[in-house]
């Protein structure tokens, strides 16, 4: 695997409670990706990095917040959880050097009552 | 937006028999990449085609490329158990970026041993 860890690996929250993902990489590599999976929608981008600092918004960012101050980590943050955000949440790194192949977290587990 | 669809959705097949997954995009891709997803699990890289009409193989696997290269296929010889899971085609955005990825819905494979 590529060097990719999320935490958690499972949350239970509540509706309107603020949660936290991260992912950190240790292959110095440019680009991270935020996706939620859902049954029949697939793999859909929420927001991506391209460098410390530099983000920006993917099909269904509304609702969530990024962060990256770091090269090798970057936060998810759902400011006010709703139900509609219970998913799978995968990080992936883009390798540059195989022409943007990416490679993904093991994802995160989001269950909001 | 680009879109890039995948049928079938579903398939099963019997162990032995043949399988094969089909990509559509929207528009013409500079290259296109396939995943496996087992189940519980994350999206794999498996492959890249970059080249109009390029046909690869790794092991009973088959991918290929059309000519067009607005379509792709991945074709399984003698399915086994192992090969469950869901299969994703995806393709870079528009601007030609590699760095940001369409994923289509998937096809999940079950295989009855």
């Known amino acids: 695997d590529a060097g990719i860890t999320q935490s958690p690996r499972h949350k239970v929250t509540e509706t309107g409670t603020p949660v936290t993902l991260r992912c950190h990489q240790t292959?110095?590599?440019?680009?991270m990706y935020w996706y939620r999976q859902d049954p029949g929608h697939g793999l859909r981008l929420i927001h991506y990095?391209?460098?410390?600092?530099?983000?920006d918004k993917g099909e269904v960012s509304d609702g969530y917040s990024v962060s990256r101050s770091k090269t090798e980590d970057f936060l998810l943050t759902l400011e006010s959880a709703t139900s509609s955000q219970t998913s799978v949440y995968f990080c992936?790194?883009?390798?540059?050097?195989?022409?943007?192949?990416?490679?993904f977290g093991p994802g995160t587990r989001l269950l909001v009552l | 937006g680009q879109q890039v669809m995948q049928i079938p959705q579903y398939q099963h097949v019997q162990e032995g028999e043949d399988f094969t997954t089909y990509c559509n995009s929207s528009?013409?891709?500079?290259?296109i990449q396939w995943y496996k997803q087992r189940p519980g699990g994350h999206p794999v890289f498996l492959i890249q085609l970059v080249k109009s009409g390029e046909v690869k193989k790794q092991k009973r696997l088959t991918f290929q490329f059309g000519e067009a290269k607005k379509n792709s296929s991945l074709h399984i010889t003698a399915t086994q158990t192992t090969d469950v899971g869901t299969y994703f085609c995806a393709g870079p955005g528009m601007q030609g970026s590699n760095y940001k990825l369409t994923f289509g819905k998937g096809t999940l494979l079950t295989v009855n041993p």
């Open positions: 992936a790194i883009s390798d540059s050097r195989r022409g943007g192949t990416q490679y």
């Open positions: 528009t013409t891709l500079s290259n």
């Open positions: 990095s391209y460098g410390v600092k530099d983000t």
């Open positions: 292959e110095n590599h440019r680009y």
